[in-house]
């Protein structure tokens, strides 16, 4: 439990495996994969020329393929 000796490193093992056997990772991930496809659709309905968003697009495709 929560109370004990664990150490800082032990807490946090025990949390990424509780974390890892409900699958939290997955579910974020799909998450984060339909708000970046409902975000790239809006950008595509707004009325600029492409070459004026590619900025901001280049920016979120890099954060989408982030590892951390």
Same mark, same amino acid.
């Given at each position: ?14 949390? *990424? ?13 799909? *998450? ?9 659709e809006n950008m595509r309905q ?19 393929? *982030?590892?951390?």
């Amino acid at each position: 439990d929560i109370l004990n000796n664990e150490t800082g490193q032990e807490k946090v093992d025990k949390a *990424r495996a509780l974390f890892d056997e409900l699958g939290v990772k997955k579910y974020a991930q799909k *998450r984060m994969d339909n708000y970046y496809q409902k975000a790239q659709e809006n950008m595509r309905q707004i009325g600029v020329p492409t070459e004026n968003k590619s900025a901001l697009l280049e920016v979120a495709e890099a954060l989408m393929n *982030r590892e951390h």
